[in-house]
């Protein structure tokens, strides 16, 4: 009777085991992204794609306004705006978009693991307009998430060395210069936040850019290109949040070559490991 009670009871912790692990890879993970069309860049396309081929299931959320910067994303929580156009890909990959949305019920739509901030890009690579809207913007988001939710600070890339960007005289249209402002801004603004999480899509694509690929990954000087520009920031993404290596992972668009596929995973591994530095490809 003792030996059938022993066995009954294993038999019980197996099955909790079993029912617990296959609840764990089947849970959902959930990304919201406050942010503008550099947000659209990076998580609209391929971050779904590139968590399914390494067996994650996602829901990932994009609040968009073109060129929203971090005052207007304050304004607009201080009014209570339906300013937004929420753009939300569900488990099964199909984006559907709702216009006229408010922050608050973006928020609330989903129990978010995952919820990132950004800088318009022309003032990504000053502090100083972190320091103003940020905190206010970090503590609305904070009241209307539950506790278990992260926060993350997008690090956004440098303009084209060729782009017309009305903001790239901020930095003297150095390419370089930008880039070292941005990598210096999101750091200080995470610390001054305790955001533990950067996402350095910005030092992936200065990554790229050294190789092969070279100062081609933009569309119009400041947007990714559709390709490997994107494929690229949706690596970055992927690697950190999942913290499983992007090399190798089996998904790819078709628009991209094996061999822009190899420099993106690697250009966006190397970023992970070494977010505040440019390493050559």
């Known amino acids: 009777m ?10 019980f912790l197996l099955l909790c085991f079993v029912a617990g692990g296959s609840a764990y890879a089947q849970k959902v993970v959930k990304i919201l992204a406050i942010g503008n069309s550099f947000s659209q860049d990076a998580v609209e396309q391929n971050l779904h794609e590139l968590a399914a081929a390494d ?14 910067s971090l005052e207007r994303h304050v304004k607009n929580v201080r009014g209570n705006l339906p300013a937004y156009a929420y753009r939300k890909i569900g488990v099964d990959g199909r984006l559907v978009e709702t216009p006229h949305e408010t922050l608050e019920k973006a928020l609330a739509d989903e129990d978010w693991d995952y ?28 009241a209307h998430l539950p ?9 956004t890339w440098a303009y084209a060395s ?39 899509s910005g030092t992936a694509i200065q990554n790229a850019r050294t190789s092969s690929l070279g100062d081609h990954l ?64």
């Open 147 to 155: 506790k278990h939710t992260k926060l993350m600070l997008h690090q």
């Open 115 to 142: 919820v990132s901030l950004q800088q318009v890009s022309g003032f990504s690579g000053k502090f100083e307009t972190f320091r103003a809207s940020l905190p206010e913007l970090v503590a609305y988001v904070k």
């Open 218 to 281: 933009n569309r119009d000087g400041y947007h990714l290109n559709l390709g490997v520009g994107r494929y690229t920031a949706a690596c970055t993404w992927f690697e950190k949040i999942f913290k499983r290596n992007v090399v190798g992972n089996s998904y790819c668009p078709a628009n991209v070559t094996p061999e822009q596929k190899e420099i993106a995973q690697r250009a966006a591994h190397a970023a992970v490991k070494h977010p505040y530095r440019i390493t050559e490809m």
């Open 55 to 68: 067996g994650f299931t996602t829901i990932i959320g994009n609040m968009y306004i073109g060129g929203c």
């Open 162 to 200: 060729n782009s017309t960007h009305a903001d790239f005289p901020r930095y003297h249209r150095n390419q370089l210069e930008m880039y070292h402002a941005i990598v210096d801004a999101v750091k200080r603004a995470a610390k001054m936040e305790k955001i533990k999480i950067i996402i350095p």
């Open 2 to 11: 003792k030996q059938k009670k022993t066995y009954l009871f294993s038999l």
